[in-house]
């Protein structure tokens, strides 16, 4: 069976096609992603208006690359999947508009998916797939949650943020620091050179005995320190700042996300009894955090499984491939009816 999918939730158009194959992993032929980041970087962050309107740019070029990269025709497509939510309501229509007239041209079935049942599933796009069950750290731009996932859509949340996300937490301390939009690799970047341990930044919820996670008192604590950094030196912006102090801002700043996500991740594996860990998101990109997950859960015996690097953050496969493995288990059947709808807010849990 061939999947062709659409991502347009935020700020990447994402298309791409994976073939099912029995009941083994599906395998993706070929993707192709457009980032608008540029277009955005303007304006310090995404405009939704804009972004509705590129993707109505990229979408049919994005398809005709995937087409030709699988060396398939559109006629041999079985079903077309799209990002139904969560996201930006004109980003998610134009997906799914042009998935329903597709495949209603076509006369195959549609199937609205999950953006973050797509993140969730994208490390099976790895070369070392997961078994279930495992635990799951998503952590995205808008989301950080502790998942238990017993299979395909059996999903449990055991702990998630209260206020920002991790992605946020970086993205919003990277601009304090005068970092483009979005900074998060900027700032991880940064912090490759600096001492994490310069300056001793809040790690809330760190000991509050449950899963859940808050990391907007950090962008607050950022800001201080920082304008105490700049007040001694006697400079007019943090940029001004002698690179090694900028470095080590950063780096603490990455320490202080870093250690609450790996610290209630081993918490989530303690208390479920299970062995395998299962990172997702933009944020699993970070290669501090791949450090230290990999160091703690080697001590425990836990395997640890992520995405491919280029696919932590959005893209099309992860969407292709989670259509195809909810068909895979006969969990949700793709439908012929063509008025679609999109869920701008839509809890993964409630899958
Ligand atoms: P959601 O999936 O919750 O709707 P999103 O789609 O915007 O949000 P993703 O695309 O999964 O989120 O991830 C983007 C986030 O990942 C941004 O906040 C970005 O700064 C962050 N990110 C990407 N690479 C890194 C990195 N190396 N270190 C830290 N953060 C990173
Ligand atoms: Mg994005
Ligand atoms: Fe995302």
Redesign the pocket.
Known sequence: MLVLGFES??D?TGVAMVETQGTGVPVLLSHALYSQIEMHQAFGGVVPELASRDHIRRVLPLTQEVLAGAGKSLQEVDVVAFTRG??LAGALLVGAGVACAMAAALGKPVLGVH??EG?LLSPFLSADPPEFPFVALLV????TQLMRVDGVGRYELLGETIDD?A??A??KSAKLMGLAY????L??RMAEKGNPKAYALPRPLLHSGNLDFSFAGLKTAVLVQSQKMVAAAGVPTFEALPEQARWDLAASTQAAIVDVLVKKSLTALKNSGLSRLVVA???G???ELRAQLNAECAKRKVRVHYPEMHL???NGAMIAMAAAMRLQSGLQQATQSYAFDVKPRWPLHSL
Do not use: W
Request: proline fraction near 9%; include cysteine.
């Open positions: 939730s935020c990447e969560p996201g953006h973050l993140h995205s731009g808008g989301h996300a992605g946020e970086f993205d979005p900074g998060g690799p700032l991880a998101g933009g944020v990109a970070n290669r932590c953050t959005d």
